[in-house]
């Protein structure tokens, strides 16, 4: 019998708002049983595959970071005079961070697992440069053997650590992450939800959203059951997450009416509150020979790296956002990228509308193409200038130092909060 047109987007519309029902418009972790647009029930012979979603899984090691409008650049004097730090206001999503840096034993897992699942050539280049510690005219030599491996050191931040070999790490970090939630999930077997019962032969909601193909418990994008990948921060989000201005922030009042020169209140290194008042709150170089303070009143009391978890976290519950150690970020450098980059989500991946040809390095008369990357956050070698979140400074991607490592980073999937 054939309905007139008219009959049937009634009788769609029907479906449609049954399909809302009692438990209200659909969403994300409750699609409704039917589609909302054209009626078809999902996960059925004619209709869409639609995966049973509950939520984003967690990531090991994660902080999220709620985002919002910031004003990026200099907070301090320019003291360099390289002017690549003017102020800027723009917009970043919110995503997560790892609440401290990667340290060397993390390091060490990384290289366990390579080292029987890779081949033998890129095990080694994945060995940190250790050598960085060796200077000539220091006894640094017990560093160049035992930071990284002695078990002291095991929560020391990873040194020696290229910006290229810290992006395949987070490559290698994202694959070891999904497959030990896709292990756990294949081994439950009730519940539903994102790692829940295995899917009969045949059961359409059991392959990818958009098809009616099985996949037991095969983990995809469109099932939500991965998560999305992990990778260095951009440094706008690295700048952002260490300004934590959500500590300064009134409920209710939407204008940022104070700044931060560091990542915490006030306009010194020292702690002005409580018990701890006077202690300084990050491991950096107080001024010319002076790392840590005198014997019996040590202060940042870290000589050169220290435990990762040292000093009070920032407002977002990061650790060491100023001073421990560098760390890399994903953006190409460039002197002008804060007048370049878009205000939403500023990122610079390679030399457009600024490019390498136009900086002499063939001739000596700069370093600057598009294989050097950002560095932020200040170290134990640094003065208390480099502390401050806008500062900034770059190196070659394939090189190393005692003085940077990292941290990783990844998207808020699905949500502007």
């Known amino acids: 019998m054939n309905f007139p047109n008219y009959l049937r987007l009634a009788v769609v519309g029907l479906v449609t708002l049954a399909s809302c029902g009692k438990g209200g418009p ?57 002017h690549d730090n003017i102020e800027r206001t ?42 960085v510690w060796a200077r000539d005219l220091s006894f640094n030599d017990p560093y160049v053997t035992y930071y990284l491996r002695y078990p002291g050191f095991r929560y020391f931040p990873v040194v020696g650590v ?111 509150y409580g018990r701890k008042q006077g202690q300084f709150l990050a491991n950096f170089k107080r001024g010319r020979g002076d790392y840590a303070g005198i014997a019996g009143s040590l202060n940042d009391g870290a000589m050169i790296t220290e435990y990762i978890y040292s000093y009070p976290p920032n407002d977002y519950g990061l650790y060491n956002m100023a001073g421990n150690v560098n760390e890399w970020v994903q953006d190409v450098y460039r002197p002008l990228s804060y007048q370049d980059v878009e205000d939403l989500n500023p990122f610079r991946r390679n030399g457009v509308a600024d490019p390498a040809d136009k900086y002499d390095k063939k001739g000596y008369q700069s370093l600057i193409d598009d294989h050097v990357r950002v560095y932020k956050g200040g170290s134990w070698r640094d003065v208390a200038y480099w502390l401050s979140p806008g500062t900034r400074r770059f190196m070659a991607e394939d090189s190393a130092t005692a003085t940077i490592g990292f941290r990783c980073a990844m998207i808020n999937a699905g949500s502007n909060k």
């Open 90 to 131: 723009v917009t970043i999503a919110s995503f997560y961070m790892d609440e401290a840096e990667v340290a060397n034993i993390h390091w060490l897992e990384y290289l366990h697992f390579i080292r029987t699942d890779s081949t033998e050539e890129f095990y080694r280049s994945a060995l940190p440069d250790t050598t």
């Open 26 to 82: 659909p969403t994300a972790t409750k699609p409704g049983k039917y589609s909302s647009t054209t009626g078809i029930e999902y996960n059925t012979e004619k209709g869409m595959a639609v995966a049973n979603f509950k939520k984003v899984p967690e990531g090991p090691g994660l902080i999220f970071i709620e985002g919002g409008r910031t004003v990026l650049g200099s907070q301090s004097e320019d003291v360099t005079m390289t």
């Open 162 to 272: 290229s910006w290229l070999q810290a992006d395949d790490y987070c490559t290698w970090r994202t694959a070891k992450v999904n497959e030990r939630l896709a292990t756990e999930g294949s081994s439950k077997s009730s519940g539903g939800g994102l790692f829940g019962r295995k899917k009969k032969s045949g059961d359409a909601a059991a392959g990818a959203e958009g098809t009616n193909s099985s996949g037991g418990d095969t983990p995809t994008i469109e099932k939500g059951n991965v998560l999305p990948n992990y990778r260095l921060p951009t440094e706008a989000e690295w700048e952002y997450a260490a300004q934590a201005l959500v500590g300064t922030q009134e409920v209710g009042n939407e204008n940022q009416e104070e700044k931060r020169i560091y990542p915490w209140d006030g306009k010194t290194t020292r702690n002005a």
